[in-house]
């Protein structure tokens, strides 16, 4: 326990000798230890090397043949834990793979004191790849070890004083290389990979950096170093290790001098400059020694009191751990934040039982940290060791990288509120008001407070929206105040804004506002606040705003009454195409079709011929629609949807099966509106539509029309306005031709016939339709005086007889005549040609009623006399008469063949009802029943023509199955009126005479039982599908059954 109270976070646990193979008893002390991937290389000075797998908990020693290692210098295991080097202080260096005990000894590399191994991260279990070599000599070599053989030793660098890198001076100084590491970064110009080698040697730090090893720059030891130290260190460790807190990918470097710990960052990408560092290096104090503080705080001269205390020496070694750097001196060892660079736990060392120490080894991937001297090992085990990072962080005011430390939530709360503190304190107040919305510990009052304090109304704006967002979803009545609240402000905001808005940029800052207001307007759309939303909206004049908000909440009626009461119906028009695509109700196509079908009657007539507006009812848009008096633009729309109705609804118009019954609704009303304003206003629906189409006047009312009949009642009369407004026209152009002879009306007739063209196709069209009311359309082209269209609605009704007459009233002669020929009855036919006949008699011309008498096929020269004048001679008919009276000529010889062929018919069907009677079977005496076998004589029996006799009581008994109810019941009723009848002859009973005779119930039970033989006539066919045994036998079923 430290001097706090609080448990130290490292502790060494001694691990037992025996797992190294040795006894605490031997002699032989250790001399390198090794860890990487749950395994252990440990060495003793007597040369003897034992792998430790931690997994397995197995020790094995491992076998250098004949050349016998006898003092072993390092130990270099690989980080992955697939390959190891071994080295001896004469220079000597041995392989050892992981899959093998026997180490191999590495000739290439004799003479060459290995100090140091940069690993390739792409090694594979047989290959070492690409290894960089740092030697006592200050080499870097360049090695690649393939199935325990160099396969390539190459110099790479020379670090010397006195002489170039290449061509080394005899007389130069070596520098040894004390550490060195590979990384892969990427160069800002080309973003392509490149592989920078660090390099500590002496007293300098040194970087290379290039596409591959054999290109490494610069080549000048001068332009290679990156940082200089005054004073080295006779260990020089040099780490890389992933940043403890901040970036996750950023690599920091640790390298051990002897002035301290120099702490810097990889630059990746790096920039052009080839500058790999980023920043300036800062330097970690090694931690003093207690005796030697209490020396220099008791001891010595006043001199030497008043001077600084001499900086401790180096340590033996130096490793990482995930927040802590650990150092072993000569007589303790310590743990230094990496982040603050501050002791966190000093430990002495008891030299006489734990014996010289000697260094430090990491387990990267085991994550286990091993520290040994000559005697003993020890596991370094942290407890929890990011406890108290977030406060240390917190301390330092590095509030991002203290929040992602946080692992309580008290802790985060913490932070969160110091952070936004500081960020207030410092006049960055939107930031604050950020942190203090994630903050939901610090009340809500004493945050506005303080916002209100200073008046910075955009912070208190931003707090407010920040709460909104992170309130729960549940807590309506919190959100609901949240959310007004931050409205109104917002909205005072952006009137402050507007009114110094008066360049680009406050113009663009505007529409940022904007745009975050409605963001918070989608916020607030789940909360039952819209009304005092929308009235705040409106009284301070953001419509737009207000019609955003409307639309997220899916308040349709709100959006179009929004356009609509600016006159906007293009754009009310667009977003009800935009509210059906989202599937909103039909209802407001209806509760607003009035008026846009007055402003914009095309535009909207296309929104409901759009597929998606199939389910709208075209009786509730019928009255928005039917204006008669409307200008042609708006009834040539009016058509053209009418049109699309009766070819696409004809279930509604009678020709889907059954016609669409009453029930239907007139559509609803539309809501009152005020221009300019969102208020209700009764004055507006009645003229609105008015003031659309120039004091047209409302269309007259349909709301008795229940069913698709108002939807044809509608066509027609809009059909007839345009009739009467064709014939306006014709009668315009008429008298213009009778000033000017030269301006033919040619033009305007054919206009006003090819409108009553319209009318009469389709009159034509629905006459079969059992919802069109043709007395109501001849009311209407009646009162209009379209003729040829009452006589077609005359020849619908049948009244054949008014069809021809107009039509000659109005001397449309090939009218009366098509509507001649329509009536069923032939001598309505002939009625009606005669009054066309009667007709053209007056022009006494004998070639028109000649030409009647053949078209008609109904008349003839003598239904024609009567009505012929007597100025008319009878030769102008003398071939029609000749022609009658063959005609009658050939009637009559038909008549008399005829009756010649009914005379031979009756007789032959006399002779053949005479061998009918007289026809006889023979049967022979004892002629058995086809059913019983019994003789057929012994009782009543029936025999048919194919010999086959049965008794009567057996065929009653076949044939009874097979009849029908109605037969079966008739069968039962004659046999019981001859029992009847039986019992009245023998006077046993007294009963009342049958109304039929006991011969005619004979005959009707004969024909019932008898007629058709059951074994050779149409019964025994319809019995080929009837099983052999019936469900009802259940006896016989049974015993065919298997026991």
């Not at 043709?774 to 020849?795: D, H, I, M, N, Q």
């Amino acid at each position: 326990v430290n001097s706090e109270g609080h448990s130290h976070i490292f502790t060494a646990r001694q691990e037992g000798l025996e797992h190294l193979g040795l006894n605490p008893g031997q002699p032989a002390r250790i001399s390198g230890v090794a860890a990487s991937n749950s395994t252990v290389l440990a060495a003793v000075q007597a040369g003897e090397i034992v792998r430790w797998d931690q997994c397995e908990g197995a020790t094995v020693p491992i076998d250098f043949g004949r050349d016998r290692c006898t003092d072993v210098a390092r130990v270099l295991l690989e980080p992955k834990g697939f390959h190891a080097i071994i080295t001896s202080r004469m220079g000597e260096s041995w392989y050892l793979n992981f899959q093998s005990n026997q180490a191999k000894p590495l000739p290439k590399l004799k003479g060459h004191q290995i100090e140091t191994v940069a690993w390739d991260p792409d090694s594979t279990p047989a290959s070492t790849r690409d290894l960089i070599v740092g030697t006592e000599r200050g080499q870097l070599l360049h090695v690649v070890i393939n199935d325990g053989k160099e396969k390539l030793v190459r110099p790479l660098y020379a670090f010397e004083l006195g002489g170039s890198g290449r061509q080394p001076n005899v007389a130069a100084i070596h520098q040894p290389v004390c550490g060195v590491h590979r990384e892969r970064v990427q160069c800002k110009a080309d973003m392509a990979e490149r592989i920078l080698v660090l390099a500590a040697a002496g007293c300098g730090l040194y970087a290379f950096m290039g596409p591959s090893l054999e290109g490494l720059t610069p080549r000048e030891t001068s332009k290679a170093l990156v940082y200089e130290v005054p004073r080295d260190s006779p260990h020089g460790d040099l780490l890389v290790d992933s940043a403890s807190v901040g970036d996750a990918f950023a690599k920091n470097i640790f390298w051990l001098t002897g002035v301290g710990v120099l702490s810097c960052t990889i630059k990746n990408p790096v920039e052009a400059d080839n500058a790999v560092l980023e920043g300036p290096p800062s330097i970690i104090p090694f931690p003093p020694s207690p005796k030697e503080i209490v020396k220099h705080n008791h001891g010595g001269s006043l001199v030497s009191s008043l001077l600084p205390p001499e900086p401790p020496p180096a340590p033996l070694a130096m490793a990482l751990a995930r927040y802590h750097i650990i150092f072993l001196f000569n007589d303790r060892w310590a743990a230094v934040s990496r982040i603050n660079h501050e002791l966190v736990q000093q430990q002495e060392w008891a030299k006489t039982t734990h014996g010289l120490p000697r260094g430090l080894s990491r387990d990267l991937h085991g994550e286990r940290l091993w520290m040994y001297s000559d005697k003993q090992l020890f596991e370094i085990v942290a407890e929890r060791e990011d406890r108290s990072i977030w406060l240390l962080l917190l301390r330092m005011e590095r509030f991002d990288e203290a929040l992602k430390a946080c692992t309580l939530p008290a802790q985060r709360t913490r932070v969160l509120a110091a952070h936004a503190d500081w960020l207030f304190r410092t006049g960055k107040f939107v930031e604050a008001a950020k942190k203090f919305a994630e903050d939901t510990a610090v009340p809500f009052e004493h945050v506005a407070l303080r916002f209100l304090q200073v008046d910075h109304k955009p912070a208190l704006l931003e707090y407010l929206r920040c709460r909104l967002r992170r309130c729960q979803k549940d807590d309506r009545v919190t959100r609901a105040l949240l959310g007004v609240w931050a409205v109104e402000m917002s909205l005072a905001h952006l009137n402050d804004m507007r009114l110094a808005a008066h360049g680009s940029k406050a113009r663009a800052a505007l529409d940022v506002e904007r745009g975050k207001l409605k963001d918070l307007l989608r916020d607030c759309k789940d909360l039952d606040v819209h009304e005092p939303l929308y009235h705040l909206l409106q009284s301070h004049g953001w419509l737009d705003e207000l019609a955003y908000f409307a639309e997220a909440r899916r308040d349709f009626n709100t959006v179009i009454v929004h356009h609509v009461s600016r006159r906007d119906c293009v754009s009310a028009i667009n977003k009800l195409a935009d509210f059906q695509a989202d599937g909103a109700g039909e209802d407001l196509v209806c509760r607003f079709a009035p008026v846009l079908f007055g402003a914009e009657p095309r535009a909207f007539v296309s929104l409901l011929l759009r597929p998606q507006l199939e389910r709208v009812d075209p009786l509730s848009v019928l009255p928005a629609v039917y204006l008669p008096r409307a200008p042609p633009s708006h009834r040539a729309e009016a058509l053209r949807y009418l049109k699309h109705v009766v070819q696409n609804h004809p279930e509604l118009i009678g020709q889907g099966g059954e016609a669409a019954a009453g029930g239907g609704e007139s559509a609803p009303s539309v809501p009152s509106i005020r221009t300019g304003s969102l208020l209700p206003d009764n004055d507006f629906v009645t003229g609105a539509v008015e003031d659309f189409l120039g004091g047209g006047g409302a269309a007259p009312g349909c709301g008795s029309w229940a069913s698709g009949t108002a939807v044809l009642n509608a066509s027609v009369v809009l059909f007839a306005c345009d009739c009467v407004d064709a014939k306006a026209k014709e009668q315009a152009a008429a008298g213009a031709a009778s000033r000017a002879v030269e301006s033919p009306p040619e033009a305007a007739v054919a206009i006003a016939g090819g409108a009553e063209d319209q009318l009469i196709d389709f009159l034509t069209e629905q006459q079969s339709n059992t919802l069109l009311d043709p007395r109501f359309a001849l009311r209407v082209c009646t009162e209009k005086g379209l003729s040829r269209a009452a006589v077609l609605l005359y020849g619908i009704m049948g009244m054949h007889e008014e069809a021809v007459d107009v039509a000659l009233q109005q001397g449309d002669v090939g009218l009366a005549k098509q509507n001649a020929c329509k009536p069923p009855d032939a001598r309505l036919r002939q009625k009606l040609w005669l009054r066309i006949v009667e007709n053209q008699v007056a022009s006494g011309d004998v070639q028109i009623i000649t030409g009647l008498i053949r078209e008609s096929q109904e008349l003839s020269v003598r239904d024609v006399l009567p009505y012929m004048s007597d100025a008319m001679t009878i030769s102008a008919f003398q071939a029609e008469i000749c022609e009658c009276l063959d005609k009658y000529e050939n009637q009559i010889e038909t008549m008399r063949q005829e009756m010649d062929d009914h005379q031979r018919a009756l007789e032959a069907f006399k002779e053949d009802l005479k061998e009918a009677e007289e026809r006889t079977v023979t049967i022979e005496q004892d002629q058995p029943c086809e059913i019983c076998g019994i003789p057929a004589m012994q009782e009543r029996f029936y025999v048919f023509a194919c010999t086959h006799c049965f008794h009567e009581a057996c065929l009653r008994a076949l044939i009874l199955p097979t009849l029908s109810q109605e037969s079966s019941d008739r069968l039962l009723a004659l046999e019981a009126t001859r029992v009847e009848h039986q019992a009245a002859a023998a006077g046993s009973l007294a009963v009342s005479q049958p109304a039929k005779t006991l011969a005619e119930v004979e005959d009707a039970l004969d024909g019932i039982l008898a007629d058709d033989c059951p074994l050779c006539g149409h019964l025994m066919i319809q019995t080929i599908t009837r099983p052999f045994i019936d469900a009802h036998e259940q006896e016989e079923i049974d015993s065919w059954a298997l026991s």
